[in-house]
């Protein structure tokens, strides 16, 4: 992200104004801190021109022909899916193994609902009675290990509510 892109997202998103050089500034220290950042963001958007795709973890490919083209607005999107897609793709692509083992586990719990998925979240109608256990249920099967070289730790969050203007988060 540039600058004036992280101006812009911290106004939108989080209603907070930065200047434009407390912006660069931010990005600088970024990229001081993690010094093995721009060099992978530089080597994906390499090996995304060069095979016009990206991939998650698992293989799965988002096809980028935009990342050959002359106009750089088509050309900046492109390389921003090419290094927004091993992220979130591969975190996606955790979410739905997660999914899976979590149906399996149904069954068991005929008065659990799924009802929703937004992006990194799942929600289910729950019995007021069966939110401890229902909460265990589902961080025991979305903190799996998702693939056997995968070295981050998965952690799970829980909150519970009547709707969600009034979800607390649960212990």
């Excluded at 088509?74 to 979410?95: H, M, V, W, Y």
């Excluded at 149906?103 to 009802?115: A, Y």
């Excluded at 939110?131 to 995968?150: H, R």
Aim: net charge negative; glycine share 8%; charged share 30%.
């Amino acid at each position: 992200m540039f600058p004036r892109g992280l101006q812009k997202t911290l106004k939108f998103k989080a209603g907070v104004d930065r200047s434009f050089e407390e912006c660069a500034e931010i990005i600088d220290n970024l990229k001081a801190g993690y010094p093995g950042l721009t060099k992978w963001q530089e080597e994906t958007k390499a090996h995304a021109a060069k095979v016009c795709y990206s991939e998650t973890w698992l293989g799965r490919r988002r096809y980028l022909p935009g990342i050959l083209s002359d106009d750089w607005g088509k050309k900046s999107f492109a390389e921003r899916c090419a290094l927004n897609t091993p992220i979130q793709g591969t975190a996606a692509d955790i979410l739905k193994a997660a999914c899976g083992r979590i149906i399996k586990g149904l069954p068991e719990r005929p008065w659990l609902q799924p009802i929703l998925q937004i992006h990194d979240e799942l929600v289910f109608i729950v019995p007021e009675d069966k939110v401890q256990e229902t909460e265990a249920f589902i961080k025991e099967y979305m903190e799996v290990q998702p693939y056997p070289d995968f070295d981050v730790p998965i952690v799970s969050e829980g909150s519970c509510g009547s709707d969600f203007g009034h979800m607390e988060e649960l212990d």
